[in-house]
């Protein structure tokens, strides 16, 4: 098993990043009910507004570089899929707080799931998991449905390479890093979750009060 799957229920390697990594990839919690791609028209970009109970969040979609992932994320946005979901997971660096990476989306909401996607990875869309990059978290390729998260530093180790397909970014925050950086900085319940995500939930979880698109500017 490669190391980006293995890490899901251990500890992540870490290497060539300047630095530490959070200790667990992020991963899916809900359980997906069929494969679907994405056949309408994408915006090349797209602005989607998070406003938050710890402050507001405004990410750029790149449906240029990946569309499947953008639509998909779109979707749940425009149809209030996220609208009362949360910020639940804070993952920092051990010995770097300040690096890391926050969880939000649907979690087990079934009501709220739309069909998992295609995996779209670093290795074709030309991303690359830096500061402020939102991409998908999910249990497998092509697992993916409503739960993302959103980086503080660069993570080498979550794109594609070496035969390991990474993770699914697809944007950047161009507003709220510091609501980002905040939620990374919040207590954790040492003893909430499983597996992963053990000592990584959050005590108060940040509700997502409202995901909408916005103009871009």
Same mark, same amino acid.
């Given at each position: 098993?490669?190391?980006?799957?293995?890490?899901?229920?251990?500890?992540?390697?870490?290497?060539?990043?300047?630095?530490?990594?959070?200790?667990?990839?992020?991963?899916?919690?809900?359980?997906?009910?069929?494969?679907?791609?994405?056949?309408?028209?994408?915006?090349?970009?797209?602005?989607?507004?998070?406003?938050?109970?710890?402050?507001?969040?405004?990410?750029?979609?790149?449906?240029?570089?990946?569309?499947?992932?953008?639509?998909?994320?779109?979707?749940?946005?425009?149809?209030?899929?996220?609208?009362?979901?949360?910020?639940?997971?804070?993952?920092?660096?051990?010995?770097?707080?300040?690096?890391?990476?926050?969880?939000?989306?649907?979690?087990?909401?079934?009501?709220?799931?739309?069909? +998992?996607? *295609?995996?779209?990875?670093?290795?074709?869309?030309? $991303?690359?998991? %830096?500061?402020? /990059? #939102?991409?998908? =978290? &999910?249990?497998?390729?092509?697992?993916?449905?409503?739960?993302?998260?959103?980086?503080?530093?660069?993570?080498?180790?979550?794109?594609?390479?070496?035969?390991?397909?990474?993770?699914?970014?697809?944007?950047?925050?161009?507003?709220?890093?510091?609501?980002?950086?905040?939620?990374?900085?919040?207590?954790?319940? +040492?003893? *909430?979750?499983?597996?992963?995500?053990?000592?990584? $939930?959050?005590? %108060?979880?940040? /509700? #997502?009060?409202? =995901? &909408?698109?916005?103009?871009?500017?």
């Amino acid at each position: 098993m490669t190391r980006l799957l293995a890490s899901l229920a251990a500890l992540l390697a870490l290497a060539g990043c300047g630095g530490p990594e959070p200790a667990i990839a992020p991963v899916n919690e809900a359980e997906p009910v069929n494969a679907a791609g994405v056949a309408e028209p994408v915006p090349e970009r797209a602005r989607v507004r998070l406003e938050t109970t710890a402050g507001a969040i405004v990410v750029e979609l790149d449906g240029a570089r990946a569309p499947v992932t953008t639509a998909n994320f779109l979707r749940y946005a425009e149809e209030g899929r996220f609208d009362g979901t949360s910020f639940y997971r804070a993952a920092p660096t051990q010995g770097a707080r300040e690096r890391g990476f926050v969880q939000g989306g649907i979690r087990r909401s079934y009501r709220r799931m739309l069909p +998992p996607i *295609a995996h779209e990875p670093t290795d074709e869309t030309g $991303l690359r998991h %830096e500061a402020g /990059t #939102i991409s998908m =978290a &999910r249990s497998a390729p092509g697992m993916a449905m409503g739960e993302f998260f959103i980086t503080t530093a660069r993570m080498e180790s979550m794109d594609a390479r070496g035969g390991e397909p990474g993770y699914a970014a697809f944007g950047r925050v161009v507003e709220g890093m510091d609501t980002v950086r905040a939620i990374l900085a919040m207590p954790t319940d +040492p003893q *909430a979750g499983s597996g992963a995500m053990r000592g990584q $939930l959050l005590a %108060e979880p940040v /509700t #997502i009060v409202t =995901a &909408r698109r916005v103009a871009d500017d």
